[in-house]
């Protein structure tokens, strides 16, 4: 066994009063009609990784309702025949806490056990919407290579409101700035450089891998301009940027101008101008690229969640992922409307369903 969860217990959390799941390392296949709660799991489930899981939802959100008393999940992690106990819970729609073993610990604690990947269907727009969506989308990458990478995000982000917060007052001291650039210079360039090796990593993956999926040509592209190379140097550019930061009352260089540009490879096409089928399989070639990636490097296949991705998939396609995600070993939690979906899959995954009573969602095996 790789990573797999094999005890899921869900207390208050979204439309789940209590849960408790019993697994192994196969793939799980939640069925149940919509509304009824399959995406909770998985959102449940990506709450074990840093972050805010996969609906970036805050913690007040996440409670059940109308009881709003807080949520509490509790796992059991096989990580390569090491056991875990980890608990996250939010009391009160305060930050979230996690436990591993009984001990208090940090989100990058919990980056170096768990890795998590997801797909969910609001990413089928990934590459006709703004640049925001593909640098988070490849930031959960980056932050499953490198735990780190979310602590590195938060610095950054957190130096450049304040930064933006001078220049939209009209500050003009320079002393007001010099330690939020040298911030934010060194913290930025430890974002591009995980962004950079994320892209080798499934670069390299998907030139070794037999897949029935489409490859993807990925580049780390800026707004206007390069982005420096060095921390001194994104330091100086930020400096020199200043009087055309006040009159624009915003940072204009650095990671966060940065954007994801994907091709089709086979066909030479630009992602954004693909179908929305060739779109969603370039999608799941990436997640299942970072799976095989992440399978290299730490010696397991991640956690991979799939929300609704079997609807929108022929049966022939849908028959190649399930037999990739075995290859893999991966235990990928996977969703649909119906137990038909995972028909391909027979007895190489856990069926559970998910129905809505008086009292919540319930789960079944």
């Known amino acids: 066994m790789g990573l797999a969860l094999t005890e899921l217990t869900v207390s208050h959390f979204r439309s789940h009063k209590l849960a408790r799941l019993s697994l192994d390392g196969r793939p799980v296949a939640i069925h149940g009609p919509n509304g009824a709660g399959k995406t909770n799991i998985l959102e449940a489930v990506s709450l074990f990784s840093p972050g805010r899981g996969m609906r970036r939802a ?217 179908s929305t089928g060739e779109q969603k399989a370039l999608l799941v070639s990436l997640i299942l690229s970072n799976a095989r990636a992440l399978a290299r490097l730490i010696g397991a296949p991640p956690i991979v969640l799939l929300d609704e991705v079997a609807a929108h998939l022929d049966a022939g396609r849908r028959a190649a992922l399930y037999d990739e995600i075995c290859a893999l070993g991966a235990q990928a939690w996977m969703t649909g409307t119906g137990p038909e979906l995972f028909a391909e899959l027979e007895s190489r995954a856990q069926m559970l369903v998910v129905t809505e009573g008086t009292e919540g969602s319930t789960v079944a095996g």
């Open 58 to 274: 805050s913690a007040a959100e996440m409670t059940r309702r109308p009881e709003a008393l807080g949520w509490k999940l509790s796992a059991v992690l096989d990580a390569q025949g090491q056991r875990y106990e980890i608990e996250t819970w939010s009391e009160g729609g305060a930050a979230r806490q996690v436990r591993i073993d009984g001990k208090a610990a940090s989100q990058i604690d919990l980056g170096k056990l768990a890795r998590v990947v997801w797909l969910m269907p609001s990413m089928d727009r990934l590459w006709i919407e703004g640049a925001d969506g593909r640098r988070r989308f490849l930031d959960r990458i980056a932050l499953s290579f490198d735990p780190s990478h979310a602590e590195a995000s938060l610095s950054y982000e957190k130096a450049m409101r304040e930064r933006n917060r001078l220049l939209k007052e009209q500050v003009r001291d320079a002393h007001w700035y010099a330690a939020l650039e040298a911030q934010m210079a060194e913290t930025g360039h430890r974002i591009h450089e995980a962004r950079v090796a994320a892209l080798e990593h499934l670069r390299a993956a998907q030139a070794q891998a037999e897949t029935a999926f489409p490859s993807a040509e990925l580049e780390l592209i800026q707004t206007e301009g390069a982005m420096p190379e060095t921390a001194a140097d994104l330091r100086e550019a930020l400096s020199e940027s200043r009087f055309r930061d006040l009159a624009a009352g915003r940072t204009l260089v650095g990671p966060h101008r940065s954007d994801l540009y994907g091709v089709f490879a086979a066909k030479g096409v630009p992602a954004r101008d693909c």
